[in-house]
C-alpha cells in the first residue's frame, strides 16, 4: 500500500510577503510527517508530527504564531482521529501549550473523552507532566500589532473576513503503507474573536475525520460555516457516493458558500492512496507527497512538483 501526506497551511488570501514563507512552511511539514512514514511509523504518528512541524513555524495561526482573541489572550483548539478505530482526541481554548495537537492526542489516548476545552484542558495536560511554555512567546510582534490596530470583534473579524484574510489553520491527513488512515487539525482561532470562541478545528465531524472506510480530511476557512454545513464529514459523504476525492471537496465548498456564504479548503486522502488539495479562497498553502514525489501549490490550479531530497 502506497503511503501518502498531504497537509495545509490554511485557506485565505495569502499576502505575497507571506507566499513564500507559507510554501515553505507546508514542504517542510509535509516532509516531517512523510519521513514518519518511510520510518513504518502510523498515519497518527505522520500527521501528529507534520501538524507539530506547522505550529512550530510562526508564519502560521497554530501554536507558535497564534493570534489573539478579543482580550488579548491566547486560546488554542486541535484534534486528531484514528481511522482505524475512529478514536479521537481534542481540545479547545488552551494556552501555554506549544503543541496542542499532541495535547489533542493524550487526550484521546489517555482519557474516557473525546474533548477537553479551556482550564480542564490545561489541568489534564499538567497532569501528564506535559510541557508548557510562556503564552507570551506563543505571539509574535506583528499579531501584537493587529491586535492593536483592531480591537473590537465586530470590526476585526468581519474586516478580516471580509478580504478572507482570517483562514490561517493548519491541518494534515495521511494514509500509511497498512492503509490506515488519519486526520490532525490544528488553530489559533479568529483575531478578535469572543472570549471562550470554539470554531470548527476541534470539533469532530467538522474541522476534521478519518475512518478507514472512506478516507481522511482536515479543513480550514471560516470555522462558524464550517460547522453549519459538518464539511469533513460532508466531503467524506461524496466520496462514499462514489465521487472522486476533488469532485467532492469541490461539491462540498460549494454547497458551504452557496449556503452560508463560506470560503475555505480542505485537504483529502483515501485509504488506496489517493489525494485531494481543494479550496475556494484566493489561496490556500498545501504540500504532499506520494511515492511520485514532492507536490506542493499556493494559487487555484497550481500543482508544482520536485523530486523528494534524498
Given at each position: ?48 508530527a ?10 502560521f ?23 482505524r478505530t ?27 473523552h473525546v474533548i ?8 489534564f ?80 465531524g467538522?474541522g476534521g ?18 460547522l ?48 485531494a ?26 500543482r ?7
Open positions: 500500500m502506497p503511503a501518502v501526506l498531504v497537509v495545509h497551511g490554511g485557506a485565505w488570501a495569502i499576502p505575497d510577503e507571506l507566499a513564500a514563507a507559507s510554501v515553505d512552511g507546508v514542504k517542510v511539514a509535509a516532509r516531517d510527517g512523510f519521513s514518519v512514514l518511510q520510518r513504518g511509523g502510523s498515519a497518527l504518528d505522520a500527521v501528529e507534520a501538524v507539530r512541524a506547522l505550529e512550530d513555524n510562526t508564519v495561526d497554530a501554536g507558535h504564531g497564534a493570534v489573539l482573541n478579543a482580550e488579548g489572550e491566547v486560546e488554542l483548539d486541535a484534534i486528531i482521529m484514528d481511522g475512529l478514536a479521537s482526541g481534542a481540545v479547545s481554548s488552551v494556552k501555554n501549550i506549544a503543541n496542542p495537537v499532541s495535547l489533542a492526542r493524550a487526550v484521546m489516548e489517555e482519557t474516557a477537553l476545552t479551556s482550564r480542564g484542558a490545561n489541568l495536560a499538567e497532569s501528564i507532566g506535559m510541557a508548557t511554555v510562556p503564552t507570551d512567546t506563543l505571539v509574535t510582534e506583528n499579531e501584537r500589532r493587529e491586535w492593536k490596530r483592531n480591537k473590537n470583534y465586530v470590526t476585526g473579524v468581519m474586516e478580516d473576513f471580509n478580504s478572507q484574510l482570517a483562514h490561517d489553520t493548519v491541518g494534515a491527513v495521511a494514509v500509511d503503507s497498512d492503509g490506515n488512515v488519519a486526520c490532525a487539525t490544528s488553530t489559533g482561532g479568529i483575531r478578535n474573536k469572543m472570549v471562550g470562541r470554539v470554531g470548527d478545528s476541534p470539533i469532530i467538522s475525520y478519518a475512518d478507514n472506510l472512506i478516507g481522511a480530511v482536515s479543513c480550514t476557512g471560516h470555522g462558524e460555516s464550517i453549519k454545513v459538518t464539511l469533513a464529514r460532508l466531503i467524506l459523504f461524496h466520496i462514499e457516493q462514489g465521487k472522486s476525492l476533488a469532485d467532492s471537496s469541490r461539491l462540498s465548498l460549494q454547497y458551504m458558500g452557496d449556503r452560508v456564504r463560506g470560503a475555505g479548503g480542505a485537504i483529502v486522502v483515501s485509504p488506496s492512496g489517493k489525494w488539495a481543494t479550496f475556494t479562497t484566493e489561496r490556500m498553502a498545501w504540500a504532499a507527497v506520494d511515492h511520485d514525489g514532492l507536490w506542493y501549490g499556493l494559487n487555484p490550479k497550481e508544482l512538483k520536485e523530486k523528494l531530497s534524498q
